[in-house]
């Protein structure tokens, strides 16, 4: 039985990773990740906003009007709320890297363009074997418009790619307006993969004492169907690698993602909850699944059930959609 898988040009014994989170930020836990199977190790997201803060501080030890420096950088996060400065991301990813034998990701979350993106540069030389470039805005401007936020989106990826050799790959929420045109420009723009989906972790509203909450709530299978969907529509139509994040709990989970067309798949919520054990279950589940439905390999299975190869088409599309809301009853 073959569980080889090709991403971002490399090849994979499988197709299971554990996805950007805090797992990786332990050095023993990053160990046991590798011992129970992982394909790779990607690193949790640096933020733009940690690295601007690092840039405008060095400017403030060098500027006489202090003073109007420190307001500016009162508008950023507090420092203490970051785990890994900048300095700090480079040396662990550096760390990593010597104590695996697996490829291991950097991730870089931002929504503009600017000199925090050299850091794509300082993470290659760091070691990393591929960077995500986590895309994560919430537009809350009435003046900015889609197309806006698009070009801005591809103009980050042409200048990381720009600068670098190892791989790009680009991770997206599913929430702009043409997905599947925009799928393509990124990849026109030299995206090597895709990765669907960033979750959003939303807040809620203490009515009570009248403030904002953040909440953690760990992914649930629940919302893998919106990650099938997207890869079924790309599968075949895009050559950039596809990978899913984001509900995958089971071996079961897994064989749909990679069905609609993903090439690795990412666990995160179910390794916090079993640990890095789960991994290792969820990949021996897949093989024993596999043999007992003869398939031979994960590339026999790989997008058989997209957009372009299954009967129905339109199950992807608008025709599901009227379906369910008129036949609901007759479930």
Same mark, same amino acid.
């Given at each position: 039985?073959?569980?080889?898988?090709?991403?971002?040009?490399?090849?994979?014994?499988?197709?299971?990773?554990?996805?950007?989170?805090?797992?990786?930020?332990?050095?023993?836990?990053?160990?046991?990740?590798?011992?129970?199977?992982?394909?790779?190790?990607?690193?949790?997201?640096?933020?733009?906003?940690?690295?601007?803060?690092?840039?405008?501080?060095?400017?403030?030890?060098?500027?006489?009007?202090?003073?109007?420096?420190?307001?500016?950088?009162?508008?950023?996060?507090?420092?203490?709320?970051?785990?890994?400065?900048?300095?700090?991301?480079?040396?662990?990813?550096?760390?990593?890297?010597?104590?695996?034998?697996?490829?291991?990701?950097?991730?870089?979350?931002?929504?503009?363009?600017?000199?925090?993106?050299?850091? =794509?540069?300082?993470? &290659? *030389? @760091? #070691? %990393? /074997?591929? +960077?995500? $470039?986590?895309?994560?805005?919430?537009?809350?401007?009435?003046?900015?418009?889609?197309?806006?936020?698009?070009?801005?989106?591809?103009?980050?990826?042409?200048?990381?790619?720009?600068?670098?050799?190892?791989?790009?790959?680009?991770?997206?929420?599913?929430?702009?307006?043409?997905?599947?045109?925009? =799928?393509?420009?990124? &990849? *026109? @723009? #030299? %995206? /090597?993969? +895709?990765? $669907?989906?960033?979750?959003?972790?939303?807040?809620?509203?203490?009515?009570?004492?009248?403030?904002?909450?953040?909440?953690?709530?760990?992914?649930?299978?629940?919302?893998?169907?919106?990650?099938?969907?997207?890869?079924?529509?790309?599968?075949?139509?895009?050559?950039?690698?596809?990978?899913?994040?984001?509900?995958?709990?089971?071996?079961?989970? %897994?064989?749909?993602?990679?069905?609609?067309?993903?090439?690795?798949?990412?666990?995160?919520?179910?390794?916090?909850?079993?640990?890095?054990?789960?991994?290792?279950?969820?990949?021996?589940?897949?093989?024993?699944?596999?043999?007992?439905?003869?398939?031979?390999?994960?590339?026999?299975?790989?997008?058989?059930?997209?957009?372009?190869?299954?009967?129905?088409?339109?199950?992807?599309?608008?025709?599901?959609?009227?379906?369910?809301?008129?036949?609901?009853?007759?479930?």
């Amino acid at each position: 039985m073959d569980l080889t898988t090709t991403y971002l040009g490399r090849t994979l014994p499988h197709p299971f990773m554990p996805g950007a989170s805090p797992l990786a930020d332990d050095l023993d836990t990053v160990r046991r990740l590798e011992d129970a199977g992982a394909s790779a190790i990607v690193l949790r997201s640096l933020f733009e906003e940690q690295i601007t803060r690092e840039q405008m501080a060095a400017v403030l030890h060098q500027e006489m009007h202090g003073e109007s420096f420190a307001e500016a950088m009162s508008f950023f996060p507090n420092p203490d709320s970051f785990v890994l400065g900048p300095e700090e991301y480079l040396r662990h990813l550096h760390r990593v890297k010597e104590s695996v034998g697996v490829p291991v990701f950097a991730s870089l979350n931002g929504t503009t363009a600017g000199g925090w993106l050299d850091y =794509a540069k300082q993470m &290659e *030389q @760091a #070691g %990393a /074997d591929a +960077l995500e $470039l986590n895309i994560f805005h919430i537009p809350t401007e009435l003046e900015i418009p889609g197309a806006t936020l698009e070009r801005e989106t591809l103009t980050m990826v042409r200048e990381v790619k720009q600068g670098l050799r190892i791989p790009v790959a680009v991770k997206l929420s599913p929430f702009f307006t043409a997905f599947a045109h925009f =799928a393509r420009e990124l &990849e *026109q @723009a #030299g %995206a /090597d993969g +895709l990765i $669907l989906f960033n979750r959003f972790y939303e807040p809620d509203i203490n009515v009570v004492d009248l403030e904002v909450r953040r909440e953690l709530h760990l992914s649930n299978p629940s919302e893998l169907p919106l990650r099938l969907r997207w890869l079924a529509i790309l599968s075949g139509r895009v050559k950039a690698s596809l990978a899913v994040t984001g509900g995958v709990h089971s071996a079961l989970d %897994a064989v749909k993602s990679i069905m609609a067309g993903a090439h690795v798949v990412q666990m995160v919520s179910a390794l916090i909850q079993y640990g890095p054990g789960q991994l290792r279950k969820t990949l021996d589940d897949l093989a024993a699944w596999m043999e007992e439905n003869e398939w031979e390999s994960l590339s026999d299975m790989r997008g058989n059930m997209g957009l372009l190869r299954v009967p129905d088409p339109k199950m992807y599309e608008r025709a599901n959609y009227m379906w369910m809301l008129q036949g609901w009853d007759r479930l």
